[in-house]
């Protein structure tokens, strides 16, 4: 088997069919849950043991705000503990083959405060809801690994839009997913350690969705905060100096 083969986890996710679909991997492992569940170490040990690959991409996590709100023990075993389950693997792999395994971790910018904005990888993390802390958990467990670099972002389908409003006063560097997915392809080639935030140019919500769904009304951060009921960002946006730095220095 061959050591260029990738991992993928999450892979009937947003992100996973997106990673899927563009074509930029050739040599995907995507076990289904019954194989390889990320609450059931048992699974991932016999996974580990039957395949071999150099990289992997982890973007399984329990990732609506809303469940993780109102789930936060689903949310540990999955977000937390899950990925625990996996870097233990990780580790125990390395150990037997002598081979360092590439761990690319999804991370998100919720583990920031959203209120300011312009967070930079070395700004504190307190996140704003259950969804927040438990990506940030599992940051501080993929941060043991020796090969891993950590992506902080936010995304959208352009072409699947579903809400009618967005609101003028809510900024993010969401980028789109077509975008992060070409970065992905990116990092697994470099060879940067540590983690980094990825998106886009710090818009409003409205403005950002605006531009691919034109029927968009407009709304405000209070409408949004009513009709959602769990805690939320205002200012979600990242400097992403970082990234932009090892784009021109790999170019």
Not at 19 to 36: A, M, Q
Not at 105 to 119: F, K, L, M, Q, W
Not at 143 to 159: E, P, Q, Y
């Amino acid at each position: 088997m061959s050591s260029k083969k990738i991992l993928l986890t999450g892979a009937s996710g947003n992100l996973g069919q997106a990673i899927l679909n563009s074509g930029y991997f050739s040599e995907l492992l995507t076990p289904n849950i019954d194989l390889f569940d990320l609450r059931d170490a048992d699974s991932i040990n016999k996974f580990f043991n039957s395949n071999n690959f150099g990289t992997i991409i982890h973007c399984a996590a329990l990732a609506r705000m809303s469940v993780c709100q109102i789930e936060p023990i689903s949310t540990i075993e999955t977000n937390i503990i899950g990925t625990a389950n996996l870097v233990k693997e990780v580790m125990k792999k390395e150990i037997s083959t002598g081979k360092k395994i590439r761990f690319i971790h999804i991370s998100t910018d919720a583990v920031y405060s959203g209120t300011d904005g312009n967070y930079s990888e070395k700004d504190q993390t307190i996140p704003y809801n259950n969804y927040g802390w438990s990506k940030l958990g599992a940051e501080c467990i993929v941060n043991l690994l020796s090969n891993f670099c950590i992506v902080r972002t936010s995304f959208f389908n352009t072409k699947n839009i579903l809400f009618n409003e967005s609101a003028k006063d809510m900024f993010s560097s969401k980028m789109p997913i077509e975008n992060l997915v070409k970065a992905i392809s990116k990092l697994i080639e470099h060879d940067f350690i540590g983690t980094i935030n990825i998106g886009s140019k710090k818009k409003s919500e409205y403005e950002r969705y605006k531009e691919y769904k034109p029927t968009l009304k407009k709304c405000k951060f209070n409408d949004i905060l009513k009709s959602t009921n769990i805690p939320m960002w205002r200012d979600a946006s990242m400097n992403c100096n970082r990234w932009n730095k090892l784009c021109k220095a790999k170019n």
